[in-house]
């Protein structure tokens, strides 16, 4: 009996608890990094924002006043650049989650299997 016991605690974690323990680490993981990459773009946006809100604060005449218009137009540009680079990077991030949960999936079956037939 004793035997029996061990072999299904075996079992049960060989085919359910090491697998979701595995898929759980590699989730909080994915999280980590996806709620890293958003609050450093939320970070660099704000910061965009209120770097644009001082240059117009700073409008004074004509000249000021193109100036503004011109670093509006930089930042423009510079906030595009950076939402491509901050869509590719959680795509890559999204991505890698992807595979690496496939890669786990596949593993876990093979090993379930082989754990069944034992």
Do not use: C, H
């Amino acid at each position: 009996m004793n035997k029996t016991t061990e072999k299904t605690t075996q079992q049960l974690e060989s085919v359910f608890v090491s697998p979701m323990r595995s898929y759980t680490l590699t989730a909080l993981d994915y999280y980590d990094q996806l709620v890293s990459a958003q609050m450093d773009a939320a970070r660099a946006y704000s910061d965009m924002v209120i770097a644009q809100a001082r240059t117009w604060l700073d409008v004074k005449d004509a000249d000021s006043f193109k100036k503004a218009v011109e670093n509006q137009q930089k930042t423009a540009s510079d906030f595009m650049e950076r939402v491509k680079g901050d869509t590719e990077k959680v795509t890559a991030i999204s991505q890698s989650f992807a595979q690496d949960t496939q890669k786990q999936v596949e593993e876990n079956t093979k090993k379930a299997v082989e754990t069944v037939k034992q």
